[in-house]
């Protein structure tokens, strides 16, 4: 099992994620966005930051990187592509994920723990969880405002897509466990395919119990179990 | 070729020098200098840049001893020993008057400044602090000052990826017409890794990195040293704008370069710019330099020398390159899609040469433009300040009994100095780069050293109010208390840095409180063993209504040597004990009580033995490091009954309470449950603990007992309060977001 995390300019959640990833033996290896092959890895990562100074827009500018041709491509064989905050950003201006990532719709930048609810375990990003049905993870962004109209919405819905919802700490979805004014407060959601993961909460600052949760370890078991 | 101004008398003095001063310059040169040159000694002998007014005094505080690896003013930042071949990097700055006028650049631009100035040594930044004031919310200027100022910094922070972990905020009256934004940044070096700010080598290549150069930020080092009034809106101009991302890129590219090896020296253009780094690095190799400014990339055409040489454009660093590592160095800024140019040459002789299209345009002598140097030093006047003898005096006996303490408690909680600052740090990513062990809201924040079981705890701590009622004892609290936030968490103090935030120090009474106050700091690090790496001074803190209260913040940085150390605030484990430890006097002088519940800023501030300070600390580091305690808290604005709410309430997720039960003191209830006397802690620990507690105490010869245990969903302090914990968390947390969501 070896694994890319592609370093653009403006990132900075890199070593953190390479960290993380090293931690459940996914073996990581930083991929300068400048390259083109991403030949050998069977995990690509998309880590958070503020790629590009995140101006213009959240990932607007990073998606033409050299290296994002080759991610859409490993991305349509089938190899898994994890976007986290940035990284899930980047992913929805490529056309890997549907939908948008607007302002937080308090128009401040948030960062917190935050408990999602795990819609769908049976993804290689959440296979490994169990029984285990809330997470408590940090977020940490300014634009985590998931939109997506309703058709895109409907068909996210029946195609199982949505993999987290914002939730309270004992699973319930309300208005209140909202932090940035998602639609149908979707935290994370997956391609029809089921091989890119986009997840605005960041699992690799919640890897030991040192720093507050381990909850985000299962994102990092399920890929190494299901590889 | 621009035509430049004729140099005369009447021109230096608009340049903010003296008569005095400059004559000095013509002396020194023999000659009536350009305008070019006029301008570099202008910004280069301002307080900002040279501390005329201050460096007698500061040389006076302990400035090495202990783990220091660099004395201070050495470099850019002081360096601490943390072991295992590492060091620790801090530093903390103000950015107040830019602040003023523009908050949201002012507060950006004063983030990035600190942040070079600890990775151009070669550390990698893994923290940020501050330490903020403003006047009270409801304002609406003060309200848009405080919103811009915060959001500067977490934009700022948040896209430079090094977590905003802690910091202070006060709102005062005095601040309404100059706010105090001070920035600070901890970083981490390896012993070998380090880099110095000097030039030397003849020939070496002179490079400029970074953003290319603009009229932005011109003479913001002289606007710095001068009252704020109405015509300082018209300053708008001389604020810096910041660039976070290319900030990110340059500390890539910075420490890249650094571990390359391919470096003699490096320093980051801050206040006076290319005038400053060129200078002091050349004044530091006691060599020269040649700089021709054409070949500096300019953001707008057309700008003459002087512009050039004076500009602040923001993140832009001076790098004296290993002659032949020139493609070196240009091809890591090329990864790094920075601009690099070679812009001279180092030279044996000891002057800064500066030409531009063709003709020379300055030529100095860089020893005699720098603080240490040939830079004017002065001691001012002092004289102790007519106001004092005013405001020390209180009758407590002649204030209205409190009634209802439990309301008053509440009231306190709403008070925004005391309430959680939580609206305030979320807006910061204080968890990005995954180190943050204990978070913000608590006592002071720890970060683990990367790669290690280690854990540094970061804090910034002043009561101004102390300050003013008593300059040298406030000060000494200021370092004490500072050092009860890092000891709380099962840290031992390692060294402090200082941001000394007055008024002007041309006025007698000015500078006596700044006098007084940094004998004051001197005291307490020497008695607490934490020698002051360095730091900044900012006068000229007033606004046609006064200066500010004399605010000496401190930021320091403790060690957890082994991270299992590590103890929160907030209380734990329902059932445990909780312990006061240390005395409570009738001490109400500069109190949060006398304040909001009164309205009156008066009395001494409280009484402080350092020695006790001292042993105490030890004492409650001691029973930390033993394994006995479950949560460690000091006590601090508010008094005991404030501390207590706080234990209850800081785990927000899960809110313990507590039943503690005095008897009668030997004063007015108010007073023992708000008092704000020094040397105190709350601890909670398990009972099977209490022997040994005792005994450990006892030994030190500190006042300690079991006044309670925690558990139940009300705070009780009985005879007095009984509040449901919903209630007090609704105003603790609440209380900011509220005023700030009515501004809109």
């Known amino acids: 099992m070896k694994s890319a995390v592609i370093v653009f300019p403006g990132s900075n959640c890199d070593r953190d994620v390479f960290r993380a990833l090293a931690r459940f033996g996914l073996n990581p290896s930083y991929v300068w966005h400048k390259e083109t092959s991403l030949a050998g890895f069977d995990l690509v990562v998309l880590p958070g930051g503020f790629s590009y100074g995140d101006y213009l827009r959240a990932g607007a500018i990073a998606r033409f990187s050299p290296i994002m041709r080759e991610v859409v491509r490993v991305a349509e064989k089938g190899i898994r592509v994890l976007g986290i905050c940035n990284g899930f950003q980047i992913l929805t201006e490529a056309g890997l994920l549907p939908g948008a990532l607007l302002r937080n719709a308090h128009l401040r930048f948030v960062c917190k723990y935050v408990w999602v609810r795990v819609e769908n375990a049976s993804t290689p990003f959440t296979a490994a969880l169990g029984k285990q049905k809330t997470l408590k993870i940090p977020i940490a962004h300014g634009e985590g405002n998931y939109y997506a109209d309703a058709e895109i919405l409907a068909e996210l819905e029946a195609g199982n897509q949505i993999v987290f919802r914002y939730a309270t700490p004992d699973g319930q979805v309300s208005p209140a466990a909202n932090p940035n004014g998602s639609v149908a407060n979707i935290a994370g959601i997956i391609n029809r395919k089921g091989n890119v993961l986009g997840m605005m909460p960041h699992p690799e600052r919640a890897v030991e119990p040192l720093l507050g949760s381990t909850d985000g370890q299962w994102i990092f078991q399920s890929l190494l179990n299901t590889n | ?744």
């Not at chain 2, 004017?376 to 006996?397: D, M, S």
């Not at chain 2, 002649?398 to 909680?413: A, C, K, Y």
């Not at chain 2, 102390?466 to 040298?472: E, S």
């Open chain 2, 1 to 744: 070729m621009h035509k430049e101004p004729q140099v005369n008398l009447e021109l230096a003095l608009q340049h903010g020098l003296s008569a005095e001063e400059y004559q000095h310059l013509l002396d020194l040169l023999g000659r009536t200098p350009t305008f070019t040159e006029l301008g570099i000694f202008s910004v280069m002998w301002s307080e900002h840049c040279s501390y005329k007014n201050s460096i007698l005094e500061l040389k006076k505080l302990p400035r090495s001893g202990g783990r220091l690896l660099v004395s201070a003013g050495e470099e850019n930042a002081g360096l601490v020993d943390i072991g295992d071949g590492l060091a620790v990097c801090f530093k903390i700055e103000s950015h107040n008057h830019p602040s003023a006028v523009e908050p949201y650049q002012g507060a950006a631009t004063g983030v990035g400044g600190i942040m070079r100035d600890v990775f151009t040594m070669g550390a990698r930044p893994i923290a940020a602090l501050n330490s903020l004031r403003f006047g009270p919310l409801d304002d609406a200027r003060n309200r848009y000052l405080f919103d811009g100022v915060v959001r500067g910094i977490a934009d700022y922070g948040n896209c430079l990826g090094v977590p905003t972990v802690a910091g202070e905020i006060y709102f005062e009256p005095c601040y309404s017409g100059n706010p105090l934004v001070n920035a600070m940044t901890v970083g981490i070096v390896r012993h070998d890794q380090t880099a110095r700010a000097v030039a030397h080598g003849r020939g070496n290549p002179v490079y400029i990195i970074g953003s290319r150069t603009g009229r932005d930020g011109i003479h913001g080092a002289t606007f710095a040293s001068e009252e704020l009034d109405e015509a300082s809106e018209a300053r708008r101009p001389n604020v810096q704008v910041g660039d976070p991302f290319t900030e990110k890129l340059l500390l890539e590219a910075t420490l890249e370069l650094i571990q390359a090896g391919v470096l003699v020296g490096i320093q980051d253009m801050g206040a006076a710019g290319l005038t400053c780094s060129s200078t002091e690095m050349a004044a530091k190799g006691k060599c020269g330099m040649e700089l021709i400014l054409d070949r500096v990339p300019l953001r707008e055409p057309d700008m003459s020398a002087y512009e050039i040489m004076l500009s602040e454009s923001q993140e832009r660093m001076l790098a004296v390159v290993k002659k032949g590592h020139e493609a070196a160095v240009e091809a890591i800024c090329r990864k790094w899609d920075l601009e690099c140019a070679c812009i001279g040459r180092v030279i044996d002789e000891p002057v800064l040469r500066v030409y531009f299209q063709g003709q020379k345009v300055a030529e100095v002598p860089p020893f005699h433009c720098v603080l240490g140097g040939g830079a004017p030093v002065y001691q001012r006047e002092a004289r102790k300040p007519t106001y004092l003898e005013e405001v020390n005096r209180l009758e407590l006996e002649s204030l209205p009994p409190v009634t209802d303490p439990g309301r008053v408690l509440l009231q306190l909680l709403g008070s925004p100095n005391i309430a959680s600052k939580q609206w305030v740090y979320e807006q910061y990513d204080h968890m990005v780069q995954a180190g943050t062990c204990l978070l913000p809201g608590g006592d002071a924040a720890v970060v683990r050293v990367p790669g290690t079981n280690k854990g540094l705890a970061v804090t910034t701590d002043c009561n101004a109010r102390y300050v003013y009622l008593n300059p040298r004892r406030g000060a000494r609290i200021a370092v004490a208390e500072a050092a009860r936030n890092v000891v709380c968490t099962g840290a031992e103090p390692l060294a402090v840095t200082n941001c000394l935030n007055f008024g002007n120090p041309y006025k007698p009474e000015i500078y006596y409180q700044f006098r007084e106050a940094v004998a004051g700091l001197g005291e307490a690090c020497r008695a607490l063993n934490t020698p002051v790496t360095g730091g900044n001074v900012s006068f000229y803190n007033e606004s046609p209504q006064g200066a500010v209260y004399p605010t000496p913040v401190i930021g320091m940085v403790g060690l957890l040597e082994d991270l299992s150390y590590l103890t929160p605030a907030a209380f734990v484990q329902p059932g445990d004990d909780i312990w006061l430890v240390g005395e409570t006097f009738p001490e109400l002088g500069g109190s949060e009580l006398l304040r909001t519940t009164y309205g009156k800023v008066l009395g001494d501030c409280p009484h402080l033995d350092l020695d006790l300070e001292k042993r105490t600390q030890r004492a409650v580091l001691q029973a930390i490091r033993t394994g006995l305690v479950h949560s460690a808290h000091d006590v601090a604005e508010g008094g005991l009954a404030v501390a207590l709410a706080e234990c209850c309430l800081m785990n927000q997720e899960n809110p313990l309470g507590a039943k503690v039960r005095f008897s009668q003191p030997a004063m007015r209830p108010e007073w023992f449950l708000f008092s704000e006397s020094q040397s105190r802690f709350i601890l909670s620990a398990p009972p099977a603990a209490r022997e040994q507690l005792h005994d450990l105490f006892q030994q030190a010869g500190i006042s300690a007992q079991p006044i309670g245990t925690v558990g139940g969903n009300q705070l009780i302090i009985e005879p007095w309060i009984q509040l449901d914990l919903d209630r007090l968390s609704a105003v603790y947390y609440q209380t900011i977001a509220q005023r700030m969501t009515v501004s809109g």
